[in-house]
């Protein structure tokens, strides 16, 4: 399939796919229809869990999405989106992945989706689970357990960008705070 999509759309290819992913996406958001009616898989109402469930899958959420932030951090989000493909075509410049180190390559290779644990968590971890939210969850970690195949070197090379984005944020905020901050007093 992808060989044919590079085939028509070129080094629009990617976002094209990013554009037909949204626009999936929002047409299910929009026409999705709950079973308000059917069987729970799961639906927490008897205290002390029905308080404190919610809670601990709103802080699960959160984490997941904080993790989610993290991966924008280490990946390049132009390129993710299938901007900067075009943008280096147009320089003549080939792909952008041709510039990037061999471990980079081989991690973009395997990974198919930057998000896929803190999707799965978020998916999963709800308080109540009735049956609409069982075949989503079901059909997308189908879907992502078919696609993910990252090993320790992955992971490894993930962890030291996401170190070398942190060290590069603490350098800047000494620098601002060495030369007075942004904000000075009078």
């Given at each position: 399939v992808k060989g044919s999509v590079v085939k028509v759309f070129g080094v629009l290819q990617r976002s094209?796919?990013?554009l037909c992913t949204a626009a999936a996406l929002q047409v299910m958001m929009r026409y999705w229809q709950s079973f308000p009616r059917g069987p729970y898989l799961w639906n927490v109402s008897t205290a002390p869990?029905?308080?404190w469930l919610p809670l601990l899958c709103a802080l699960l959420h959160?984490?997941?999405?904080?993790?989610?932030?993290?991966v924008l951090l280490i990946f390049d989000y132009a390129e993710l989106m299938g901007v900067k493909q075009v943008y280096y075509h147009c320089l003549g410049m080939g792909d952008p992945l041709s510039h990037k180190s061999p471990r980079?390559?081989?991690?973009y290779a395997h990974l198919r989706h930057p998000i896929y644990l803190e999707l799965l968590l978020i998916l999963w971890a709800v308080p109540s689970f009735p049956p609409d939210r069982l075949l989503l969850a079901?059909?997308?970690t189908l879907y992502l357990t078919l696609v993910h195949r990252l090993d320790v070197q992955d992971y490894s090379y993930l962890r030291s960008q996401l170190d070398k984005k942190f060290s590069l944020f603490s350098r800047e905020e000494a620098a601002s705070s060495e030369h007075g901050g942004l904000w000075k007093k009078d």
């Open positions: 094209v796919y990013i869990w029905s308080a959160a984490v997941a999405w904080l993790l989610i932030f993290s980079a390559a081989r991690l079901s059909a997308l």
